[in-house]
């Protein structure tokens, strides 16, 4: 048995995960949902994209991994934030291969050692890369963008934790070196409002109507502070309105990873190109989580 079996992490867990369905069934899911957007903002520098079953999300998702162009594209960066262990900074995995249904994916092992001699970074368990889903549910929808040229790229998956505002500076300034480069993407894993009693959220603005059209409400004005590329405007939309996007920081390090860069004259742009919700909430029993696909665009 090749050394690298005992490192590799396979998707295969919860029942609504990818790694339930085998690959043929989940390649022309993944065909379906690509087939039916339009890629308007390609080639994507970075792109944010949902978390949740596919079944809820990936319709939505598809819009974000559409601008991908694989034929530039080498270093998929990969950020999602920690939903199961306590985390002030950033983590790597300890693995060297993800697994999907699709094909394997190689950690890019040069640049990982490049993060780790910052100093900045902890390693995850393997049981946390396991149990965490914001990295892995990108991994079939990464493998099926790249699949043009998949041997011909890598991964640095990067769990984020509940960084201050400080630290999402920090990292942004370390990543912006990263988010130059041409021939890297960045993929920014959130979901959107998770609405309802058992997300302890119900923040409701009567004057729009039925909940859900609060809920829209409320996450399009954070989106749009998204697409003005400015971090503290966001920092402070979640402080006014405590919104529970999962990927606030992942999206606060993108966001301070471009400020870094505009100070050195580059020109970028980012826009959302789809909203979705699980559900639509009309009652105060009813729950739902919201989903958003855009991408970033360097001019």
């Known amino acids: 048995m090749p050394l690298w079996r005992d490192k590799c992490q396979d998707m295969r867990s919860a029942s609504w995960r990818p790694g339930r369905a085998d690959g043929p069934q989940l390649n022309a899911q993944l065909e ?29 998702a598809a819009h974000a991994y559409k601008q991908v162009d694989p034929s530039i594209t080498r ?6 934030p920690s939903h199961h262990v306590p985390l002030s900074r950033c983590a790597l995995s300890s693995v060297d291969i993800y697994r999907t249904p699709l094909y394997d994916l190689r950690i890019d092992q040069k640049i990982y050692g490049e993060l780790w001699k910052t100093g900045m970074f902890e390693r995850m368990s393997l049981q946390t890369d396991e149990d965490e889903h914001s990295i892995e549910m990108h991994l079939p ?34 990543f912006s070196k990263y988010l130059a480069d041409p021939s ?12 309802g009693q058992r997300f302890r959220y119900s923040y409701y603005d009567e004057s729009q109507g039925e909940i859900y059209r609060s809920i829209e409400h ?44 505009q100070k050195n004259g580059m020109n ?6 789809n909203y979705a919700q699980s559900s639509q909430c009309r009652n105060w029993q009813d729950s739902s989580v919201s989903y958003a696909a855009g991408a970033l665009t360097v001019h």
């Open 218 to 261: 409320l996450d399009k004005m954070g989106m749009s502070i998204i697409e003005q590329l400015d971090p503290v405007s966001f920092s402070n939309y979640l402080k006014k309105y405590h919104n529970t996007i999962c990927g606030r920081h992942p999206i606060g390090v993108l966001l301070n990873a471009i400020t870094e860069l």
């Open 75 to 80: 270093r998929i960066f990969i950020l999602g």
């Open 184 to 195: 890297n993407l960045f993929v920014v894993s959130s979901d959107f409002c998770h609405w």
């Open 32 to 60: 379906g949902w690509l087939s039916q957007v339009q890629s308007t903002k390609r080639p994507a520098r970075a792109i944010i994209a949902p978390h949740a079953g596919y079944t809820y999300c990936g319709s939505c």
């Open 268 to 273: 970028m742009s980012f826009s959302f190109l």
């Open 141 to 174: 929808y990464t493998a099926k963008a790249m699949e043009s040229h998949k041997d011909e790229f890598t991964i640095i998956p990067v769990l984020v934790g509940a960084l201050s505002e400080s630290k999402e500076q920090e990292f942004g300034k370390l």
